[in-house]
C-alpha cells in the first residue's frame, strides 16, 4: 500500500547530493511550508528523538542540529 509523498524522486535525489548545512536548510524550509499549510505546530523534543534515531548523527550532530533548528524558529 502506497501512501501519499512526502518526497518526490527528484527532490529525493536533490537531498541525497546536500551537505548537512543545505539539508538542514531544506528542511527547515519545507517545515516552514508544511506548517504554513496545515497550521501545525513542531514538538521539538519529539523531533529531536526521532533525528536521534536516522544512522549516522550522534549525540554531538544532533546538538549542533537543534541549535540551528531552534534558532530558526526563534525558540
Known amino acids: 500500500m502506497v501512501q501519499n509523498e512526502i518526497v518526490d524522486r527528484d527532490t529525493y535525489r536533490k ?9 538542514t536548510i531544506f528542511i527547515l524550509q519545507y517545515g516552514d511550508q508544511l506548517l504554513g499549510e496545515q497550521g501545525k505546530t ?8 526521532e533525528l536521534s534515531k536516522i544512522k549516522g548523527i ?3 550532530r544532533l546538538d549542533e542540529i537543534m541549535v540551528v ?3 530558526f524558529l526563534d525558540v
Not at 513542531?42 to 528523538?49: F, H, N, V
Open 58 to 60: 550522534g549525540d554531538k
Open 42 to 49: 513542531i514538538d521539538l523534543p519529539a523531533l529531536e528523538a
Open 69 to 71: 533548528i531552534e534558532r
Open 15 to 23: 537531498i541525497k547530493k546536500m551537505d548537512r548545512q543545505e539539508l
